[in-house]
């Protein structure tokens, strides 16, 4: 265990819906990241939280959103779904803004598997 | 966290032989690095890191080398054991971007 829980873990649903994926960080930590990884991508990042605040955003789509709420666990929103945002959601955390204080980078959970069909 | 089914590649050695995985980054800022292990249905773990003030560091049966000059870094896993099958991700960062790039991947086999 990890310490960074993701729920759920497994989620099907189809095109057009919205869903949330929830994340709560490692004690302790500030930062919460969120990446995703499908077939032909790898693991890119979507966005980063620190405390509360928006701090970082990579390729995240529009469609997409996220937050961090008081208790610092995060939420992805992903909205208008489509086929092509199957894929495995992670959410990672850390305990400063730029992640390479003594944890030594970031801490990931076990992911979010997300079918659309 | 499964990364099987993921476009990538491998590399397969014996139990017992060293394993080298190889990583090319881009970008000349980067500053700070890292080697994750992802085993399926799990999340990527960390390994190891490496600052750019440094070529060399070792852990335990692992040890990651850093050429600043070419933008190369490996991972280097002494006698390699089937626990280690795995995809191995590099990522990296520099001082000014909050986030860590991840390379694409290599699959680690470990044969018997």
């Known amino acids: 265990d990890s310490g960074v829980t993701q729920t759920p873990k497994h989620l099907i649903t189809a095109t057009g819906q919205r869903v949330t994926l929830r994340c709560s960080p490692r004690?302790?930590?500030?930062?919460v990241y969120w990446y995703q990884q499908s077939l032909d991508q790898g693991l890119q990042f979507l966005i980063q939280?620190?405390?509360?605040?928006?701090?970082a955003k990579g390729n995240i789509l529009e469609r997409f959103s996220a937050q961090q709420f008081p208790d610092l666990h995060s939420e992805l929103n992903l909205s208008s779904l489509e086929l092509g945002d199957s894929a495995l959601y992670f959410c990672?955390?850390?305990?400063?803004?730029?992640?390479?204080?003594?944890?030594?980078?970031?801490?990931f959970g076990s992911g979010t598997r997300l079918t659309v069909v | 966290g499964e990364s099987v089914g993921l476009h990538l590649p491998t590399l397969s050695v014996q139990e017992g032989d060293n394993s080298i995985i190889n990583c090319a980054y881009s970008?000349?800022?980067?500053?700070?690095f890292i080697w994750y292990k992802q085993e399926s249905g799990k999340g990527p773990q960390f390994i190891i890191d490496i600052r750019s003030n440094m070529d060399k560091r070792q852990g335990q049966r692992v040890t990651v080398l850093l050429n600043k000059t070419v933008k190369h870094l490996s991972l280097q896993i002494a006698a390699t054991q089937p626990g280690d099958s795995a995809v191995y991700f590099c990522a990296e960062k520099d001082m000014g971007r909050r986030a860590l790039t991840f390379g694409s991947g290599t699959r680690l086999q470990v044969q018997p």
């Open positions: 990672a955390s850390s305990e400063t803004t730029l992640g390479t204080g003594k944890s030594h980078g970031y801490t």
């Open positions: 004690s302790g930590d500030l930062s």
């Open positions: 939280y620190y405390n509360g605040e928006e701090r």
């Open positions: 970008n000349s800022a980067s500053d700070y």
